[in-house]
């Protein structure tokens, strides 16, 4: 009966997708097509979790319906509100799309079943991470072992994009200021319900940093949900307490400090006569050396994406168009 | 009578999703799409526990928050935009 | 057993009221009475539910964490709702009245 039922929601889930993409690409008001977006995200990230991909489904959920969405409201309010539709169908264009479509489906019939235990991607590197994690590091979620200390290298560069992205929208668009007279309505019960709230939101993402190693989270995700704090915040109280409450100069200072910290844990290891980034040389024992260098690895991600998020939401929301 | 909770669940997921498709004014729109949040929120927490998904209270926890942050973000840009955009609703 | 047959009792109730919600959000004739059908079988069927999961699972540091969830949804849908109910009627949405002159005092059916 199980089998069924994961059938079931898979055929079930994967036909919202395709329902939720026609619905928003045939809407014409973006506000709809934001939020449908929104919705999308939940459902992959359903998907995700059916699939058993844990950590994956979180930081799609984090990002995708919580951040991108408003970072697209933000985007909205600056532009108009309304697509420009243009009349003109195209047969060249649906004829290459549907070559194109045809010969992606063609190659991927190739390909093994998935999940199949036989495929050469599970049979490359997969089982000697598994069999090395238990060995080596002794923390249950495989994927943060793989992520923070097998694989260090790509999330110091993984951190240092998002960093260069934060800088760049910093480049383009600066910090701007808020609007005084864009300040939210007083509304009594949404103040009174949100601030317990945000109290909740900054102790869950504090748990998803720091439960990383044992349930699913980790660095990322944790300072997605951290800014959504703050951005909760901004949205119920209005732009100009926010800024007061986390001001805008320090956010790029954060963001700096995070790849910082990584990067120091990396030097540390070096120093010691150990090449970049093996946390066997923190500290006297190996395996929680191991444990020393995934937990400020990941503080360092953390408060990297969290500053990245929040300064990225300040810029797009700090824009003051002309009335 | 766990499977029939998540037919139930599935069942309504489509419903509602008709009701964010054709909704007249946005207001519905943004009504179907945060009761579809919600009722994922629940098929995580039903699902999760029949099918044996691994740390499934932690994503139905952060589904939560996320879906509230989200709707609204979607109600506060849109009553700030709404007064220099146009009349009608749709 | 008797824990078990609560589970399902639960469980059945909650998805009853979900449907019941989801049909209210389609077939009722304006806004104002689609949000009250949404709200009012969310905000019990979403604790039912999760009781139903919390009853199967026993008492462990998962089901405490499912109490959490039922708190965060008993705050969390009202609220929304109310704000959801306030901008639509700074949207002019009108609601659908039954007669011209809504305080007319006649009861028309």
């Known amino acids: 009966m199980i089998e069924n039922l994961e059938l079931l929601i898979d055929v079930c889930l994967l036909t919202f997708l395709l329902l939720i993409v026609f619905a928003a690409i045939k809407t014409t008001n973006l506000f709809v097509a934001t939020m449908l977006f929104g919705i999308f995200s939940f459902v992959t990230a359903l998907l995700f979790l059916d699939l058993d991909a844990v950590d994956v489904a979180f930081t799609e959920a984090a990002v995708g319906a919580g951040f991108t969405t408003v970072l697209m409201l933000s985007a909205l309010r600056l532009t108009g509100a309304f697509e420009n539709v243009k009349h003109r169908h195209s047969v060249l264009g649906l004829f290459i799309v549907v070559l194109t479509g045809a010969a992606l489906i063609y190659g991927v019939a190739d390909f093994p079943n998935m999940g199949d235990a036989n495929a050469p991607v599970h049979l490359h590197i997969a089982p000697e991470y598994i069999q090395l994690t238990q060995e080596k590091i002794d923390i249950p979620n495989v994927v943060t072992a793989v992520l923070a200390s097998f694989r260090g290298y790509d999330t110091f560069g993984e951190t240092v994009v998002i960093f260069s992205a934060g800088a760049a929208v910093l480049l383009l668009l600066g910090m701007g200021h808020a609007e005084p007279k864009h300040e939210p309505e007083q509304n009594l019960v949404l103040w009174v319900v949100v601030k317990p709230f945000i109290a909740l939101i900054l102790i869950f993402g504090l748990y998803v940093q720091f439960h990383g190693d044992f349930g699913a989270g980790g660095g990322f995700q944790a300072g997605v949900i951290f800014a959504s704090g703050f951005i909760l915040y901004s949205l119920v109280f209005g732009e100009s307490y926010a800024r007061q409450v986390v001001p805008a100069s320090i956010l790029p200072r954060f963001a700096a400090l995070g790849v910082i910290i990584y990067g120091l844990t990396g030097l540390v290891s070096l120093l010691s006569d150990k090449t970049f980034l093996d946390y066997n040389a923190l500290s006297s024992n190996p395996v929680s050396g191991q444990h020393l260098g995934i937990l400020l690895v990941e503080a360092g991600v953390g408060l990297a994406v969290f500053s990245t998020v929040l300064l990225i939401f300040y810029s797009f929301s700090g824009v003051n168009h002309n009335e | 009578m766990i499977a029939a909770a998540i037919v139930a669940l599935l069942i309504t997921l489509a419903l509602t999703l008709i009701r964010a498709f054709l909704g007249p004014n946005i207001y519905d729109q943004i009504l179907a799409v945060n009761s579809f949040g919600t009722k994922t929120v629940l098929l995580i927490v039903v699902g999760g526990h029949a099918l044996g998904w691994f740390s499934y209270v932690d994503i139905a926890l952060m589904y939560a928050m996320v879906n509230f942050v989200g709707t609204l973000a979607v109600m506060r840009f849109f009553e700030q935009y709404k007064p220099q955009g146009e009349n009608n609703d749709y | ?109």
């Open chain 3, 1 to 109: 057993m008797i824990i078990s047959i609560l589970s399902d009792i639960c469980l059945l109730l909650g998805g009853i009221l979900t449907l019941t919600g989801a049909v209210g959000l389609l077939r009722l004739p304006d806004f104002y009475s689609r949000l009250h059908a949404a709200s009012v079988t969310e905000s019990l069927a979403a604790p039912l539910l999760i009781i139903g999961v919390i009853l199967d699972t026993g008492f462990t540091l998962d089901s405490a964490k499912l109490v959490l969830i039922i708190v965060i949804m008993v705050i969390v849908n009202p609220t929304i709702t109310h704000a959801l109910c306030r901008a639509a009627a700074h949207g002019r949405i009108s609601p659908e009245m039954e007669s011209e002159t809504e305080f007319s005092g006649k009861e028309s059916k």
